[in-house]
């Protein structure tokens, strides 16, 4: 039997009314893991400025690569050159930049999308009768 691959959704980020304006950022949809590791909830770790642990900078740099591995796209540029969508093109950024692509990033993937058409509303419901279905056995039942 084929396997079924989900397709991956990608957001384009929204920065309109921001410093960030112009801007176009587009993220693959985070990995529900990524989303619920508590270490991941915001840029800003609580990390002493002026004595940083290797600790401290190595999660700062695995969230860094986390991020880059989700930026699918991005019309960045730096002295007219465009910069990379990559891991070295994240880190040449400054902190603050960065944290406001994040937050757009996760602002998109838990935003609920608008109501439905409402053309929509007078759609009856398809007939499942035709679907075809199967009881599971007892020995599926108890796995």
């Known amino acids: 039997m084929a ?14 009314g921001t410093d960030l304006e112009g801007l176009e950022v587009r993220m693959r949809a985070g990995r529900l893991g990524d989303m619920l590791d508590p270490s991941n909830a915001e840029i800003g770790l609580n990390i002493d400025p002026d004595n940083p642990s290797a600790e401290d900078i ?20 730096e002295d007219g050159v465009p910069v990379p969508a990559t891991i070295e093109g994240l880190m040449d950024q400054e902190p603050a930049f960065v944290a406001q692509i994040f937050a757009a990033w996760q602002k998109a993937q838990v935003a609920v999308s608008g109501p439905l058409p409402s053309s929509s509303s007078n759609t009856p419901p398809p007939d ?5 279905t199967e009881s599971l056995s007892p020995s599926l039942l108890a796995s």
Do not use: C, H, Q
């Open 3 to 16: 396997g079924f691959e989900a397709r991956r959704t990608v957001y384009k980020l929204d920065f309109e």
């Open 128 to 132: 499942l009768s035709s679907i075809p």
């Open 58 to 77: 190595k999660a700062v740099r695995a969230k860094f690569e986390m991020i880059a591995e989700y930026l699918a796209s991005w019309n960045l540029v």
